[in-house]
C-alpha cells in the first residue's frame, strides 16, 4: 500500500499550513528596522503572503507546478 504523506509547512506570514510544493521560499531581513545589518533568512511563504511584498526581500524559490502532462 502506498502512503501518501503530503509534508506541510508553515508559512512564516500567516503561520499556516500549506503542502509543501505550493509554497514559495523568499527571503527576509533577519533584523528588520536596521539598515545596515543586511543579514537574511529564508522562509516558507504562501502564495496570499507573496503579496506582501514589504515583508520580505526576494523570492528565492518558486514551487514546482506539475502541469504539463506529456
Ligand atoms: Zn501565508
Redesign the pocket.
Known sequence: MAKREISMVV??????D?PRKE?YTVARKMHRGVDENHDEYYAP??????K?KKSYLRIVKSPEIKEKKK
Open positions: 508559512c512564516s506570514n500567516c503561520l499556516d500549506f509554497t511563504y504562501c502564495e496570499d503572503c507573496l506582501d
